[in-house]
């Protein structure tokens, strides 16, 4: 069985840019979280969505934003980029009704690099 | 504020000795916790899980104790191997919505 998937795995953009992130979960998991990893502030939950809603949610503004699509790959997006947001951006996937726990699964992330 | 923290960011251990991870937290309310390993290059990889009626718990090679009386979480791994260099995270989870993470123990292992 294939692994949780990234595209891009490397990103450069500039500030005031924007960005979409794509991440494919494992067949028949039906629930993605994102997650934000820098230096500084370490691992930070973003969002987790599931069967296309979003049903948590962490501490980060709005122009942090996603979807989930029917097929369950999800996407993340990034407006008005701003240089702190140079990252290490995660996506796991959960074969259960529980978002975090045994059945998640994370990807090998995008790394972006905002100049 | 929620917070959680470690009381190491590095850990040093002779091959074949046990480690022991610390992780303190500070929202009572937590009620389910979660260990991860991550390796250079790679995302994080769940190691073991603890529930807030539990204090102890035990899998292959690794024993996660939780006090709740002074909210600490421990990790505990038995006769560390070179595979297990890596950096280690507690996680709190809140009423199954809320996940936050501790800041990270490097942990390298001594031939």
């Not at chain 1, 962490?58 to 140079?86: A, H, K, Y």
């Not at chain 2, 590095?10 to 929202?27: F, K, P, R």
């Not at chain 2, 995302?43 to 002074?70: A, E, Y």
Request: hydrophobic share 30%; aromatic share 10%; net charge positive.
């Amino acid at each position: 069985k294939a692994g949780v998937t990234q595209t891009p795995r490397y990103l450069i953009k500039t500030r005031g840019q924007q960005v979409t992130l794509s991440c494919s979960p494992i067949s028949g998991h039906r629930s993605v979280s994102w997650y934000q990893q820098t230096p500084g502030q370490g691992l930070q939950f973003l969002f987790e969505y599931f069967s296309e809603t979003q049903r948590n949610k962490g501490n980060f503004p709005g122009r942090f934003s996603g979807r989930q699509f029917s097929n369950s790959r999800s996407e993340m997006n990034v407006s008005t980029l701003e240089l702190g947001d140079s990252a290490l951006y995660l996506c796991a996937s959960s074969g259960s009704g529980r978002a975090f726990g045994d059945t998640q699964y994370f990807g090998p992330g995008t790394r972006l690099t905002v100049l | 504020g929620e917070s959680v923290g470690l009381h190491l960011p590095t850990l040093s251990v002779q091959e074949g000795d046990n480690s022991i991870i610390n992780c303190a937290y500070s929202n009572s309310a937590s009620d389910y916790f979660i260990w991860y390993k991550q390796e250079s290059g790679k995302g994080p990889q769940f190691i073991i899980d603890i529930r807030s009626n539990m204090d102890k718990r035990q899998g292959q090679r690794v024993t996660v104790l939780l006090n709740k009386t002074v909210k600490h979480l421990s990790l505990q791994i038995a006769a560390t191997q070179p595979g297990d260099s890596a950096v280690y995270f507690c996680a709190e989870i809140q009423g199954a919505q809320k996940l936050v993470f501790g800041q990270g123990t490097r942990l390298t292992i001594n031939p």
